[in-house]
């Protein structure tokens, strides 16, 4: 197996993260620990088991039919990679840079809200395990962890960025911006996919919205603007923190679209309190509101549709990124994700025109399996599988990723059911 005398891997610039298949092979396997299975499949099915009814309804949920979450996965499964042989891959770097940051790999952890759910240790442990692995991490607005606890779970200049939902209430609007670059958040992604959650029918037949029970407020019970909210209309959120809670999520997911018209005024907001730091859409999937992002002079856009939760029967992201990388992937910062489920698929957006690529549901089940440990597990083993594609397929460095590895079949779209996937 690896050997870990390689003289090579003093060499590399990025650690030998394949050798982590190693670790697994050695270690006892007595099904307490990591090792477990990281297979898309078996991680999802080991995470219902553990997990509450209410909070595997929540993180296995999608719009409607499920119909956008399958086109996500037969996207990736019509584009096929080309494997090189006999390429010195030896010193292979899996490293980038992101607004600056140069970080381990293309892969950052998607704003996922309400981790409680899934672990107890919630956020900070999911923080902590980024801020180690050097990859960058994104605290929802729908957190159910206090930005300042996130912030330094994933320690001091660890990369991490602020997802925003946005209310309808520039003073809240501010005070969060300015908790979030305060506590080291350095990049503002805006989420506009979201002005309320998607129809989920599993959701809604089993009345399961957690932040009408009293969790997931904890970046509004944390803010001052937010509290004094709360008192202007007499509720005490020391003492009411249920009816508290449900304020926020309704100041937050309110159900009231914003429009183009109010982006400026958010840009210039973020770049007065960073100092220009830069600020991203999340949510994009059309070569029009790419091109408006373009005009409006946003820093990057997340190609992305919520792993498929919001609009049931549209477009897979990986179709939308190609399109939308070929009309302004020169003019603007593309990022991407749903429906990732392992390195190959993160090799392929990338060999689309993606330049850095989020994964969600992949931490969360790890989370949910193993809190800590188990998010480290799902993650290591995802950079152990980026290593040791690279290893074997024959290439050096994210720069080796582009159209002409990828062979693509516009026919074998599968109709295999969603779960196979
Ligand atoms: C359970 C769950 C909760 C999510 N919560 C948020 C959120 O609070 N904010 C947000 O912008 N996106 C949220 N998303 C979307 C993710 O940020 C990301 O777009 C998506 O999960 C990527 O797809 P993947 O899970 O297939 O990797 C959530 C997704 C899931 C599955």
């Not at 993650?379 to 080796?400: C, E, P």
Request: aromatic letters at 10%; charged letters at 25%.
């Amino acid at each position: 197996m690896s050997d870990p005398t390689n003289p090579h891997i003093q060499n590399r610039t990025t650690p030998q993260w394949g050798l982590y298949q190693r670790e697994n092979f050695w270690k006892p396997n007595e099904g307490q620990t990591p090792p477990f299975n990281t297979d898309p499949r078996k991680l999802e099915e080991r995470a219902k088991e553990r997990l509450s009814e209410g909070g595997w309804y929540y993180a296995s949920s999608n719009a409607g039919m499920s119909t956008t979450h399958l086109a996500n996965r037969q996207a990736f499964f019509r584009h096929r990679i080309i494997p090189r042989q006999l390429i010195d891959t030896n010193s292979r770097d899996t490293s980038t840079t992101i607004f600056g940051h140069r970080v381990a790999a293309p892969i950052g952890f998607a704003p996922i809200g309400i981790n409680k759910i899934y672990h107890a240790s919630g956020e900070a442990a999911v923080a902590k395990v980024a801020g180690e692995l050097q990859l960058p991490y994104c605290l929802s607005t729908a957190g159910s962890t206090a930005i300042e606890k996130v912030g330094a779970a994933n320690g001091p200049g660890s990369p991490r960025f602020f997802q925003l939902y946005m209310p309808h209430d520039d003073e809240l609007t501010t005070s969060l911006l300015t908790r979030a670059w305060e506590s080291g958040f350095d990049a503002l992604i805006l989420t506009t996919d979201t002005w309320q959650l998607g129809w989920r029918h599993d959701d809604v037949a089993h009345s399961n919205y957690a932040f009408y029970r009293g969790f997931g407020a904890d970046l509004g019970l944390s803010d001052p603007v937010f509290r004094r909210r709360c008192t202007e209309v007499g509720i005490d959120p020391d003492k009411d923190p249920v009816v508290a809670s449900a304020k926020w999520i309704d100041s937050i997911w309110h159900g009231r679209a914003w429009s183009w018209e109010k982006i400026p005024w958010l840009m210039e907001q973020w770049r007065r309190i960073s100092g220009g730091r830069p600020f991203v859409i999340k949510g994009i999937q059309s070569v029009a509101d790419a091109h408006k992002c373009v005009e409006y002079g946003v820093d990057g856009i997340v190609v992305s549709n919520h792993a498929g939760r919001q609009v049931d029967g549209a477009i897979a992201s990986l179709d939308a990124l190609e399109k939308i990388v070929d009309a302004f992937g020169d003019q603007i910062y593309v990022m991407f994700d749903s429906g990732v489920r392992g390195a190959s698929d993160i090799v392929k957006a990338l060999a689309l025109g993606a330049k850095f690529v989020f994964v969600g549901r992949l931490w969360v089940w790890g989370l949910s399996i193993m809190g800590e440990d188990g998010v480290r597990h799902v993650m290591k083993s995802l950079l152990a599988d980026l290593d040791i594609f690279m290893g074997v397929a024959g290439f050096n460095g994210v720069k080796d990723f582009d159209r002409n590895i990828l062979e693509s079949d516009p026919k074998s779209y599968t109709l295999l059911p969603e779960r196979e996937l």
